[in-house]
C-alpha cells in the first residue's frame, strides 16, 4: 500500500493539469504532477479526466489510493455539470462530470469554476506572502475577465453560483457592442479577446508600442489599464476584500502593464475616497508559476476527506 493522494483536476482550453497531494496535508509539496492536452467536447473531457488520475496514481505508485478528486473547469459550473465552456466545446447542456469523478474515488468529488478553484489554490501562496488574509480576490486576466472570492476564509460561489464574474458588467455604454448582447462589458476592455479588437500583438508589444508613440497603441493600452484598475477598484469596494491577486499571462509577463495600473489606482488613491480606502497598496501580482489551479481543485475537498 502506496498511502493515499487527493487529487487536483485543472482542466483548460490547451491542457489537463493535474497535481496529487496527501490527503493530510493538501497544502504542502506536490507529491505528483502530471499535464496533457486537452481533448475537447463531453467525451474527450471525461477521458482527460480518467487519464490523468490513473497517470497520478502510476506516478505516487500502484496500489496508491485516491481519497478524493476536485476539479477547477472554465464555464458555469452547478452541482458537478458545467455548460458554457466555449474552449472545450460546451454550450448550454451541462456536461455532469461526478459519474466520471465516482469512477475513479469512493472519497469526495467536486467540480468549481476555475478562476473561483484558482482563489482557493492562491491559499498556500498568500500565507507565505501576506500571512493571516482570510478575505482576498484572485482576478484573472485572461482572454476573459473574471474573479473568484475567499471571504472569510470559504470559497464564495453566490447565490446563482456566479459570484465574481464580472466581465459582462458595464463598464461604457457608448461602448461597442459585446458578443453576450449588451454594449461596453468591461471584458472587452479588460481581457486578452478585449485588447485584441484593436490590437493584433502581445500585451507586450502593445505597452511597447504605445512606449514608442503609436496612437493606436496608446488608446489601447490606456482602455485595458483602465479596465484591470476599474476591476481591481470593484473587488477592493465591493466585497471589501484585503488583497486583490492579479493572475494571468497578460500581467504576470508584462512589467509596464503592471506599472501602468499601479499608477492608475495610485492616482485614483489620491481622491477624497482612495485616501479613506486606498485601493493601491491592496493589489498583488501573482507569479505565473504558481500552481494555483491544480492546488485549488484539490482544497475543494481537502476538509470533506477523512485522514
Ligand atoms: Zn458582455
Not at 50 to 62: K, S
Not at 67 to 79: C, K, L
Not at 151 to 171: S, W
Amino acid at each position: 500500500m502506496s498511502g493515499s493522494i487527493l487529487v487536483g483536476l485543472d482542466i483548460g482550453g490547451t491542457s489537463v493539469k493535474a497535481m496529487a497531494v496527501s490527503p493530510g496535508d493538501p497544502t504542502g509539496p506536490a507529491l505528483a504532477e502530471v499535464r496533457h492536452r486537452t481533448e475537447p467536447g463531453r467525451e474527450g473531457i471525461r477521458d482527460g479526466i480518467t487519464t490523468a488520475v490513473r497517470a497520478l496514481v502510476e506516478a505516487v505508485g500502484p496500489a496508491t489510493d485516491v481519497a478524493g478528486i476536485g476539479v477547477g473547469i472554465p464555464g458555469f459550473v452547478s452541482r458537478g455539470a458545467v455548460s458554457h465552456a466555449v474552449n472545450l466545446g460546451l454550450g448550454a447542456e451541462p456536461l455532469d462530470l461526478l459519474p466520471t469523478l465516482r469512477g475513479l474515488t469512493s472519497g469526495p468529488v467536486g467540480v468549481e469554476n476555475d478562476v473561483k478553484t484558482a482563489a482557493l489554490g492562491a491559499r498556500g501562496w498568500l500565507a507565505r506572502h501576506d500571512a493571516g488574509i482570510d478575505d482576498y480576490a484572485l482576478l484573472n486576466v485572461g482572454t476573459g475577465l473574471a474573479a473568484g472570492m475567499v471571504l472569510g476564509g470559504r470559497l464564495r460561489a453566490g447565490a446563482t453560483g456566479m459570484a465574481g464574474e464580472i466581465g459582462h458588467l458595464v463598464f461604457d455604454r457608448s461602448g461597442p457592442v459585446c458578443p453576450c448582447g449588451q454594449t461596453g462589458c468591461l471584458e472587452l476592455y479588460a481581457s486578452g479577446s478585449g485588447m485584441r479588437r484593436s490590437w493584433s500583438g502581445t500585451a507586450r508589444q502593445l505597452f511597447a508600442a504605445a512606449e514608442a508613440g503609436d496612437a493606436s497603441a496608446v488608446r489601447t493600452a490606456a482602455d485595458l489599464t483602465d479596465g484591470i484598475a476599474h476591476a481591481i477598484t470593484l473587488l477592493a469596494h465591493a466585497p471589501d476584500v484585503a488583497l486583490i491577486l492579479v493572475t494571468g499571462g497578460m500581467a504576470a509577463r508584462n512589467p509596464a502593464l503592471r506599472a501602468a495600473v499601479s499608477a492608475r489606482l495610485q492616482h485614483d488613491d489620491r481622491t477624497l475616497v482612495g485616501r479613506a480606502v486606498p485601493v493601491a497598496p491592496r493589489v498583488r501580482w501573482l507569479p505565473d508559476d504558481v500552481a494555483v489551479g491544480t492546488r485549488g481543485a484539490a482544497l475543494l475537498v481537502a476538509e470533506e476527506v477523512r485522514v
